[in-house]
T-cell receptor, first 114, second 114 residues
Framework: DADVTQTPRNRITKTGKRIMLECSQT?????MYWYRQDPGLGLQLIYY???????NKGEISDGYSVSRQAQAKFSLSLESAIPNQTALYFC?????????????FGPGTRLTVL | GNSVTQMEGPVTLSEEAFLTINCTYT??????LFWYVQYPGEGLQLLLK?????DKGSNKGFEATYRKETTSFHLEKGSVQVSDSAVYFC?????????????FGKGTKLTVNP
């Protein structure tokens, strides 16, 4: 079984709809992240959480919100989806060691907003 | 601020050719450096990393050396295979105020032809 799972894997929705993307992990990591990937732009950080009570905005948090329901679960919501939120969304986890912070990614959710 | 610049793609090579993907960085502290790989339809996975100057990361025949004097972390492989076709991301992680976040380059798409 995959260590980091995302649901749904694909979603098509309409402008103005509320959408929730879910992420679960079995790695036991405290830190979780949501990224957005657009062609030619790499990955941009939306939100991150270093433990259940800690939520932080990333580079592009406008139009998004998150919920850390448990150590293993981190959800991303689009309150009112718009077409320029069409992108590939990745969840990631990490467990910082003494040197370096390796992140482990889920398979991604492809979201299309019409 | 912290940033990563990697060579633009796409890069197309024949099997067994030599690969170099350039990556340079700007960082306010002492970063750890990473190369992540994204195979078609999948999430990112760590390819290799280096945590201090002059360290060499290596995995699956790929290598990169942390060069502080040139602020570079170029990815190399002596003989690429068709299965190496993927998008490669250079990234850095810097500890700031007790937290560590990854900053990604925009990615370089590699296609290897038989």
């Amino acid at each position: 079984d995959a260590d980091v799972t995302q649901t749904p894997r694909n979603r098509i929705t309409k402008t103005g709809k509320r959408i929730m993307l879910e992420c679960s992990q079995t790695k036991g990591h405290d830190r979780m992240y949501w990224y957005r990937q657009d062609p030619g732009l790499g990955l941009q950080l939306i939100y991150y959480s270093f433990d259940v009570k800690d939520i932080n905005k990333g580079e592009i948090s406008d139009g998004y919100s998150v919920s850390r329901q448990a150590q293993a679960k981190f959800s991303l919501s689009l309150e009112s989806a718009i077409p320029n939120q069409t992108a590939l969304y990745f969840c990631a986890t990490s467990d910082p060691g003494l040197a370096g912070d390796t992140q482990y990614f889920g398979p991604g959710t492809r979201l299309t907003v019409l | 601020g912290n940033s990563v610049t990697q060579m633009e793609g796409p890069v197309t090579l024949s099997e067994e050719a030599f690969l170099t993907i350039n990556c340079t960085y700007t960082a306010t502290g002492y970063p750890s450096l990473f190369w992540y790989v994204q195979y078609p339809g999948e999430g990112l996975q760590l390819l290799l990393k280096a945590t201090k100057a002059d360290d060499k990361g290596s995995n699956k025949g790929f290598e990169a050396t942390y060069r502080k004097e040139t602020t570079s972390f170029h990815l190399e492989k002596g003989s690429v295979q068709v299965s190496d076709s993927a998008v490669y991301f250079c990234a850095l992680s810097v500890s700031q105020g007790g937290s560590e976040k990854l900053v990604f380059g925009k990615g370089t798409k590699l296609t290897v032809n038989p």
